[in-house]
């Protein structure tokens, strides 16, 4: 089975940079998803990482170390439309399990 | 369709009705799978269906729940006899052939609520 864990609630300043961890337990390793979705709207793909280090994309990176069983989702530059519930999920075999998200505040 | 479609976008129903979401995926993705999202909760994932193979019925929280994909497209999930705690966000997604490196694209969902 999958368990995975991320933070519930984050809050951060316009500007600023936020780090939303995620760590998970899987019988087998398929790569790890990050999702945004905006409330009242459908998730959105952001990132999948199926090596170990460092992805970048604009102001969003997306880190794994699958020794540790851990990822990070890196926000730079903090817009307010960022405010937003971001998702890990990681591969059930075919299906994805999903974390149960953790809510960004971004505050001006 | 340029993305995957839902109906309705919010369905209001009394307890004990019966009510039908449809989802039209992207053309061409084989991979169809519903989630449920109750607020506050991570997605709960219901049913899968790839192409022509029996569909993985595992997530269904009940037998008052069931999923037809007709044709290898558009599908229909059903809830028999609604109660108050099937009120969520039903989300449903597609995938080219499934998720493990492709991810899903996922319609805007069908928001039901049960009074």
């Known amino acids: 089975g999958q368990n995975i864990d991320q933070p519930t609630e984050m809050t951060a300043t316009e500007g600023a940079i936020v780090q939303i961890n995620c760590t998970y337990q899987?019988?087998?390793?398929?790569?790890l998803f990050w999702y945004q979705q905006h409330a009242g709207e459908a998730p959105t793909f952001l990132s999948y990482?199926?090596?170990?280090g460092l992805e970048e994309k604009g102001r969003f990176s997306s880190f794994l170390s699958r020794s540790k069983g851990y990822s990070y989702l890196l926000l730079k530059e903090l817009q307010m439309k960022d405010s937003a519930s971001y998702l890990c999920?990681?591969?059930?075999?075919?299906?994805?399990?999903f974390g149960a998200g953790t809510t960004v505040t971004v505050r001006a | 369709g340029a993305g995957v479609s839902q109906s309705p976008s919010n369905k209001v129903t009394e307890k004990g009705k019966d009510v039908e979401l449809r989802c039209d995926p992207i053309?061409?993705?084989?991979?169809l799978y519903w989630y449920r999202q109750s607020l506050g909760q991570g997605l709960e994932f219901l049913i899968y269906?790839?192409?022509?193979?029996?569909?993985?019925k595992s997530g269904l929280p009940s037998d008052r729940f069931s999923a037809e994909r007709t044709g290898g497209s558009v599908s229909t999930l059903t809830i028999q006899r609604t109660q108050q705690e099937d009120s969520a966000v039903y989300l449903c997604?597609?995938?080219?052939?499934?998720?493990?490196?492709?991810?899903?694209?996922f319609g805007s969902g069908t928001r039901l609520t049960v009074v």
């Open positions: 997604a597609s995938s080219l052939v499934s998720a493990r490196s492709d991810g899903y694209t």
């Open positions: 899987t019988s087998g390793f398929n790569g």
């Open positions: 990482n199926v090596l170990d």
């Open positions: 999920a990681v591969p059930n075999d075919y299906k994805l399990s």
């Open positions: 053309s061409g993705h084989t991979a």
């Open positions: 269906f790839q192409g022509n193979s029996a569909p993985d």
